[in-house]
């Protein structure tokens, strides 16, 4: 299984922007794709997932900004992000999870800076 990511880049403050994850091989079709991002000197953190089935979860950091959508024939998942702020800056990385495996994306680098 392979997770491809892609519409990262720099932003002003209050700008928006759309991430896209496609996987590819051979996925269950119940799972839970998201996204997670590392700032520089920080852990790992959640942003939102969204399972096959349609149940959300988002950071509090991120609800009612950003908002997480997938297309389940293409296993393809979305993360559309308003209101960004500098803090929001960081790598953003895609996630696949069916018990027990996980797979993770190669990364995209989110800027917000004026």
């Known amino acids: 299984v392979q997770l491809q990511a892609s519409g990262g880049g720099l932003v002003q403050p209050g700008g928006s922007l759309r991430l896209s994850c496609t996987a590819s091989?051979?996925?269950?079709?119940?799972?839970?794709m998201g996204w997670y991002r590392q700032a520089p000197g920080k852990q790992r953190e959640l942003v939102a997932t969204?399972?096959?089935?349609?149940?959300?979860n988002y950071a509090d950091s991120v609800k009612g900004r950003f908002i997480i959508s997938r297309e389940n024939n293409k296993n393809t998942v979305y993360l559309q992000m308003n209101s960004l702020k500098p803090e929001d800056t960081a790598v953003y990385y895609c996630?696949?999870?069916?018990?027990?495996?996980?797979?993770w994306g190669q990364g995209t680098q989110v800027t917000v800076s004026s």
């Open positions: 996630n696949l999870r069916y018990v027990p495996n996980e797979y």
């Open positions: 969204r399972t096959s089935g349609g149940i959300t």
């Open positions: 091989g051979s996925i269950f079709s119940v799972n839970v």
